[in-house]
């Protein structure tokens, strides 16, 4: 798990180049606090960066950017590759010799073997860099389910690339704002992909690759996904049988690490699977899991009870700590410093990611994912609804508002007939006028920017329980947790590895028929009855918490991060404010007003 950052410019001095390429990996040196290392190409006129987080072979074999066959690819890589040792053993069957014990190596003679194909082979989390001397051409790519952030501004002259998007102004390359940025993030909390603050710098889509033509200074953007034919999974004791072993194999590929790994243990269901899972495998490698905890003095947010349940069934090492009002608010505001870009969340990540950083830990087991695979977001449930207000004519629907409920006013959202408009009913933070009247725009400008956004769109063809969990995948747990994570756990230098999304998994999920998935009253179900052997009663058979901070209780005795909302000039944006401090505004729209006024 690293940071990678690059510059291609043929018409640049590559003296100038070499300085730039450093100083944004200067800024994302968190993220690599172990090594660095730079590759430049006087001909071909670019220069790699890379700060490194070792985890697999600690040696200064790992070292990169990494050469292959005497320099005729080189690669900056970001991430795990789990199935790099099968690869390994074929490769090595095929002729190949290796000589780093690395997973990035493997990506190098991967591609030396099968090219492109190569990509579709990687199961893991990654976002690299590759050159092929040869082809005379560079790759960006990033993995199948966009674990690993990669960010891209390509021109007709030059590629600039990173891990964060704040590495980009270390270049003296011209980017403007984007222009509706705070439209799409008062919207969602958070900025969706493509898009982010900068208008010419956008994220590469998840399972393509970008391969930029040397000579013409050229660049295309391709899909690498290959289509698998899969069976589909009808019984529920055949569905319950492969999601048991599939979870079960992919906790034990994601603990391999030759440094100190854990996992995160809220006492939830999912988080508690994973960590009995952990223990089981830890236990027969006789080796210790470590498991961490965060709790809070306020009861009513605490699960420590939960996490004791389980902690007293297994054998490894449990750390716990406790975020009082004085811890949080000395370190609240290195949390909102250490924002890539603007988020409503991702604060409470930064303090459990620092905790673990704390513990010695160099990588973390999440349970990111569960939630959104097997139904257990209110979202689930209100699709049937979602449903039948999308029928009604959009004069009626574009009424609603007038209603004083935020979860009605968001009904106008369905209006739009499109997929942002199906998510932000469902999610949306802040409805159409009230962002109008934010940013004192009309709210037919707003319309018009959230009716025409650029994001993938969901299948038209999916069910209830589909379709949820397609949305809340592909736009809530793509755009907010993973990218949330992703920031917040390198800040510390740590890495957040999630195996509810490892691939066979992810396929196994895919195959099992909808209704055995999303079909009980009870959320998740066919994942609590696949480990209904060691998933101890009470800490499924209960009301569903969500890890989250005392945030409401907090934020509003914090007059200095309130009173650095620059509402000035804008009634609306300071009755929000005040309405907080009197209780009557969520934690979240603080968040948000925070992030697009205090810039």
């Known amino acids: 798990m690293c940071r990678i950052a690059g510059i291609i410019d043929k018409n640049r001095p590559i003296e100038q180049i070499k300085q730039e390429v450093k100083g944004m990996c200067n ?22 960066g890379h700060r490194r987080l070792a985890l697999i072979d600690l040696s200064p074999n790992g ?22 040792q099968e690869l390994k053993k074929e490769l090595q069957n095929l002729g190949f010799l290796f000589h780093t014990e690395s997973d990035t190596e493997v990506i190098l003679v991967a591609y030396a073997a099968w090219g492109v194909a190569s990509f579709a082979r990687l199961k893991g989390m990654f976002a690299f860099y590759l050159f092929d001397a040869e082809l005379k051409c560079s790759y960006l790519v990033r993995d199948l389910s966009g674990i690993k952030p990669l960010y891209y501004c390509a021109t007709a002259l030059s590629l600039v690339f990173s891990s964060e998007v704040k590495a980009f102004a270390e270049t003296s390359y011209h980017y403007t704002e984007q222009p509706d940025w705070k439209i799409y993030f008062l919207a969602f ?3 969706p992909e493509p898009y ?11 399972g393509h690759y970008l391969i930029w033509q040397h000579q013409s200074a050229t660049f295309e953007i391709k899909n690498y996904i290959q289509p698998r034919h899969i069976e589909e999974i009808l019984g529920k004791e055949t569905a319950k049988s492969a999601l048991e072993q599939n979870l079960r194999a992919s906790v034990k590929r994601h603990l391999l690490s030759d440094a100190k790994i854990g996992v995160f243990l809220s006492g939830g269901i999912d988080s508690s699977i994973l960590t009995l899972l952990a223990d089981e495998i830890t236990n027969r490698d006789s080796s210790t899991l470590n498991t961490i905890s965060i709790n809070f003095e306020e009861t009513a947010y605490s699960e ?21 009002p004085a811890i949080f608010s000395t370190y609240f505001p290195a949390a909102l410093k250490a924002m890539d870009q603007p988020t409503a969340d991702g604060i409470n990540s930064w303090f459990v990611n620092y905790f673990a950083k704390k513990n010695g830990l160099k990588a973390v087991l999440s349970g990111i994912g569960a939630d959104e695979l097997f139904g257990g977001y209110p979202s689930f449930k209100r699709m049937g609804l979602l449903k039948q207000l999308k029928k009604l004519p959009k004069p009626v629907l574009k009424k609603s508002l007038a209603f004083n409920n935020s979860g009605l006013k968001r009904s106008y959202y369905l209006s739009y007939q499109n997929t942002a408009g199906e998510y932000l009913f469902l999610r949306g933070i802040f409805t159409p006028d009230e962002i109008a009247a934010l940013l004192n725009f009309s709210i037919e400008k707003v319309d018009r920017v959230l009716k025409s956004i650029n994001i993938t769109s969901a299948p038209n063809h999916l069910a209830n329980g589909e379709k949820a969990s397609w949305l809340e995948c592909n736009l809530y747990m793509q755009n907010q947790l993973l990218k949330d994570t992703d920031t917040m756990s390198m800040q510390h230098g740590l890495e957040v590895r999630v195996p509810f ?13 909808p209704k055995l998935k999303f079909g009980a009253d009870r959320p998740k179900s066919l994942l609590i009855d696949a480990f209904s052997a060691i998933l101890p009663n009470a800490i499924w058979n209960r009301k569903k918490m ?7 209780l907090w934020l509003k005795k914090d007059e200095q991060f309130l009173s650095s909302i620059k509402t000035e000039g804008n009634q609306f944006a300071t009755k929000m404010v005040n309405d907080f401090r009197q209780g009557n505004l969520h934690w979240s729209k603080v968040m948000a007003l925070y992030q697009a006024f205090s810039v």
């Open 501 to 513: 999304l490892d691939q066979d998994l992810l396929d196994t999920v895919k195959s099992i028929k």
């Open 27 to 48: 800024v994302m040196a968190h993220g690599g606090p172990d090594d660095e290392g730079f590759y430049t190409n006087t001909n071909e006129g670019f220069v790699i």
């Open 304 to 324: 420590k009870a939960f996490q004791d349940i389980i902690t007293e069934k297994i054998k490894g090492k449990h750390s716990e700590y406790t975020v009082t």
């Open 196 to 206: 982010t603050t900068l208008n010419e710098v956008l994220m590469l889509a998840k």
């Open 189 to 191: 909390g958070h900025i």
């Open 63 to 84: 070292h990169q950017p990494m050469k292959y066959r005497a320099g005729e690819l080189i690669i900056s890589f970001n991430g795990e590759i789990y199935n790099y």
């Open 546 to 552: 969500g890890f989250t901070f005392p945030f409401q």
